[in-house]
């Protein structure tokens, strides 16, 4: 898999999929969730509510999928970051489950292209040089015949900065 890194935008990225670090009742909130959300149209989020009425809320670590709506991508995977507590081992493997579930699911619907955003490292305060190193990590240890391209996507120069040297 070829890993891209990107500071930008990511409901302005054109990749098959794009991924929001959503919260756990999947209506939006802040952060990349609500830029995702408020750019994706309401389409999203009635697709999200349907989710909600069918399984409940989404529990960390785990992923599902939308239509983008009106954004450049073709789905929206939803995961739930971690919110950091200082339980480093709990909390990494609950991030690194995030990667890996989106990564699956992207499989599963056979995309070669997938963005993802800096992952509870906004109010969920994970603390981002960690979560730089277990997103990468988990990539760069996923092994995909379907999947081509990753793109990490900062936000800020914090992060690129940060993913900028562990790519390195």
Sequence with gaps: MN??????DITK??????VNAANSSLLGGGGVDGAIHRAGGKQILEECIQIRNRQG?????EAVVTSAGNLPAKYVIHTVGPVWNGEESKSSKLLEDCYKNSLQLAESLNVETIAFPNISTGVYRFPKELAGKIA???VKNYQSEIIKTVIFVCFDDEN???YKMILE
Excluded: F, Y
């Excluded at 890993?3 to 930008?8: Q, R, S, Y």
């Excluded at 809320?57 to 670590?61: A, F, L, R, S, V």
């Design 160 to 162: 690129e900065m940060i």
């Design 57 to 61: 809320k989404c529990n960390t670590g």
């Design 13 to 18: 990225i054109h990749a098959d999929v794009i």
């Design 136 to 138: 990468v990590e988990t």
């Design 3 to 8: 890993i891209e890194l990107i500071k930008g």
